[in-house]
């Protein structure tokens, strides 16, 4: 089977941490692809190793989110019988051998939302190293929610890993976001010597609560929501078929989304920490 990844790997002269940089787990979300072509040919590692990892590029290819499954929620110890034969459940296969041997993760994404701003999905015992990526909202307590991401699976280890989300995906500037967190992420770890981009102490901490998948047919959002949009009274979000659902006064929302298939991702519930 042709590889549906790409390796670059770049070794220091010295001794140090062992990290791993993912771009185009989504396909759509060009972005950290960008970054890392223009990062890569001038890019040398003093300490450590770092491994990056274009992660589907048959999905890169097609401008899609994905072929057969969200490669997104792949990385499992045990995958289902439609993962293990989809192309993403392979290739999820092909680069979790490079997450066990990583001391820490870096994964790039955007939001297919408009006007979404950068924010980081990490475990509650990383936010503080969450920081360092000069994002201003922190969002935790996703893996229950969505489990099989590449973050879960550092975390099911007991290792850092970092979904870096760098806001809206057709927005050029979110190549220079994720770029600055790819510079940061090297430099806390000491496999290169640069500025980190720290944001002030005062990061807005965003904990999932729920999420919402539709039961009854398809669902269609009410109106655009925007990312951590905050209910100021008990909310309509959209219709599960026929059926209204509701968030609560002073929730806030993500990743608003209409699904035609039933049991799809439709958004996200948080609260403010």
Same mark, same amino acid.
């Given at each position: 089977?042709?590889?549906?990844?790409?390796?670059?790997?770049?070794?220091?002269?010295?001794?140090?941490?062992?990290?791993?940089?993912?771009?185009?787990?989504?396909?759509?979300?060009?972005?950290?692809?960008?970054?890392?072509?223009?990062?890569?040919?001038?890019?040398?590692?003093?300490?450590?190793?770092?491994?990056?990892?274009?992660?589907?590029?048959?999905?890169?290819?097609?401008?899609? =989110?994905?072929?057969?499954?969200?490669?997104?929620?792949?990385?499992?110890?045990?995958?289902?019988?439609?993962?293990?034969?989809?192309?993403?459940?392979?290739?999820?296969?092909?680069?979790?051998?490079?997450?066990?041997?990583?001391?820490?993760?870096?994964?790039?994404?955007?939001?297919?939302?408009?006007?979404?701003?950068?924010?980081?999905?990490?475990?509650?015992?990383?936010?503080?190293?969450?920081?360092?990526?000069?994002?201003?909202?922190?969002?935790?307590?996703?893996?229950?929610?969505?489990?099989?991401?590449?973050?879960? @699976?550092?975390?099911?280890?007991?290792?850092?890993?970092?979904?870096?989300?760098?806001?809206?995906?057709?927005?050029?500037?979110?190549?220079?976001?994720?770029?600055?967190?790819?510079?940061?992420?090297?430099?806390? @770890?000491?496999?290169?010597?640069?500025?980190?981009?720290?944001?002030?102490?005062?990061?807005?901490?965003?904990?999932?609560?729920?999420? @919402?998948?539709?039961?009854?047919?398809?669902?269609?959002?009410? =109106? @655009?929501?925007?990312?951590?949009?905050?209910?100021?009274?008990?909310?309509?979000?959209?219709?599960?078929?026929?059926?209204?659902?509701?968030?609560?006064?002073?929730?806030?929302?993500?990743?608003? =989304?209409?699904?035609?298939?039933?049991?799809?991702?439709?958004?996200?519930?948080?609260?403010?920490?």
């Amino acid at each position: 089977m042709k590889s549906n990844i790409k390796i670059v790997e770049k070794q220091g002269n010295s001794e140090g941490k062992k990290l791993v940089v993912l771009v185009g787990v989504h396909g759509n979300e060009v972005c950290g692809v960008k970054a890392a072509d223009f990062l890569l040919p001038k890019l040398k590692i003093e300490f450590g190793k770092v491994t990056f990892i274009y992660a589907n590029l048959e999905a890169i290819k097609q401008n899609k =989110r994905f072929v057969d499954q969200n490669l997104n929620r792949c990385f499992l110890n045990q995958q289902s019988l439609d993962i293990e034969k989809s192309l993403e459940g392979r290739t999820a296969k092909g680069i979790i051998p490079y997450l066990e041997e990583a001391d820490a993760l870096l994964d790039i994404h955007a939001s297919l939302t408009k006007d979404s701003v950068p924010f980081v999905i990490c475990d509650e015992s990383n936010i503080e190293t969450a920081k360092i990526l000069g994002a201003k909202k922190i969002v935790c307590n996703i893996d229950k929610f969505h489990p099989g991401s590449t973050d879960g @699976y550092m975390n099911l280890q007991n290792k850092p890993g970092f979904c870096f989300e760098c806001g809206y995906a057709n927005d050029s500037k979110t190549q220079t976001v994720a770029e600055g967190a790819i510079i940061s992420f090297l430099t806390y @770890y000491g496999c290169i010597e640069s500025k980190i981009n720290q944001s002030n102490n005062k990061s807005e901490l965003i904990k999932i609560i729920d999420s @919402y998948r539709n039961r009854y047919g398809s669902f269609k959002s009410k =109106r @655009y929501f925007k990312d951590f949009e905050k209910m100021i009274e008990k909310t309509l979000i959209g219709l599960d078929g026929n059926r209204e659902v509701f968030v609560d006064k002073g929730q806030l929302v993500l990743f608003v =989304r209409d699904r035609e298939k039933i049991n799809e991702e439709c958004f996200l519930v948080g609260e403010e920490v």
